[in-house]
């Protein structure tokens, strides 16, 4: 429940936030569309880690750090050039700071991301 609480409550932070062109903006989405988990490959999730520890450079992010994911937005899109946007919130019982993550693909094969912190 106390996610939930915290997904909803980044809902309404981030309506400030850029969009993408492709997805709507944060502030539309509906609190109960976010489920945990990742949409990202593994090699994604490891360089999207590494991305963070460079925007947080004063954390301690490393393999180790425990990092709840959420999907808060559905891919949209066709295959190759879809976008959907994580909730990424490291460690939550320490450090316990949010980042929003925006995936766009690039080809079948790639993706970038966009961090931004709440």
Do not use: H
């Amino acid at each position: 429940m106390k996610f939930r609480i915290s997904i909803i409550l980044a809902a309404l932070v981030l309506s400030a936030c850029e969009t993408s062109t492709q997805l709507p903006p944060v502030s539309q989405i509906k609190p109960s569309v976010a489920a945990e988990g990742s949409l990202a490959n593994v090699k994604l999730i490891a360089d999207t880690t590494i991305g963070l520890q460079k925007t947080s450079p004063d954390s301690n992010i490393n393999s180790t750090t425990k990092i709840l994911k959420f999907i808060i937005q559905q891919p949209i899109g066709t295959p190759g050039q879809r976008a959907w946007r994580e909730m990424w919130i490291v460690d939550p019982e320490a450090e316990n700071k949010s980042y929003v993550i925006t995936f766009k693909e690039d080809g079948l094969n790639a993706a970038d991301f966009e961090i931004s912190g709440m």
